[in-house]
C-alpha cells in the first residue's frame, strides 16, 4: 500500500487523514514549548517524506533527525566549535542525506 499525505487512520478521535493531522499540527499553538518555526520546518520534512513514500513512522524519525542534526551543528557554529565552512558542509551532506 503506498502511503499519501490522503491516506486515512484512526486516530484517537476518528479517522484522519495525513493531511489533516498535518494540518491540526499547523493550527496548535505550541509556542510555549516549542519554537513555532522548529514546528514548521519538520511538518515540511514530515509531508516531503510522506509524499516521496516513506510510512509515516519514518517520516516522523527522518523529520526530528533532521531538526535535531540541523540544530545541533547550528550551535556547534554559535559556539565556535565548528567554522563557516564545516557548517555549511554539514547542512549540505545533511540535506543530501534526506533527499536521497
Keep these: 500500500?503506498?502511503?499519501?499525505?490522503?491516506?486515512?487512520?484512526?486516530?484517537?478521535?476518528?479517522?484522519?487523514?495525513?493531511?489533516?493531522?498535518?494540518?491540526?499540527l499547523r493550527e496548535r499553538d505550541l509556542a510555549c514549548t516549542v519554537d513555532p518555526g522548529t514546528v514548521e520546518q519538520k511538518v515540511s520534512v514530515f509531508t516531503d517524506c510522506v509524499e516521496r513514500g516513506f510510512t509515516p513512522?519514518?517520516?516522523?524519525?527522518?523529520?526530528?533527525y533532521y531538526v535535531a542534526e540541523r540544530d545541533a551543528t547550528s550551535?556547534?557554529?554559535?559556539?565556535?566549535?565548528?567554522?563557516?565552512?564545516?557548517?555549511?558542509?554539514?547542512?549540505?551532506?545533511?540535506?543530501r542525506l534526506l533527499l536521497s
Aim: hydrophobic content about 45%; overall charge negative; glycine content about 8%.
Design 75 to 95: 550551535e556547534a557554529f554559535d559556539r565556535g566549535l565548528i567554522t563557516q565552512g564545516e557548517l555549511e558542509m554539514k547542512l549540505a551532506t545533511l540535506v
Design 57 to 64: 513512522l519514518r517520516s516522523e524519525i527522518m523529520a526530528a
Design 1 to 24: 500500500m503506498k502511503i499519501t499525505l490522503d491516506t486515512r487512520f484512526n486516530g484517537a478521535l476518528g479517522s484522519v487523514s495525513l493531511r489533516e493531522a498535518v494540518q491540526q
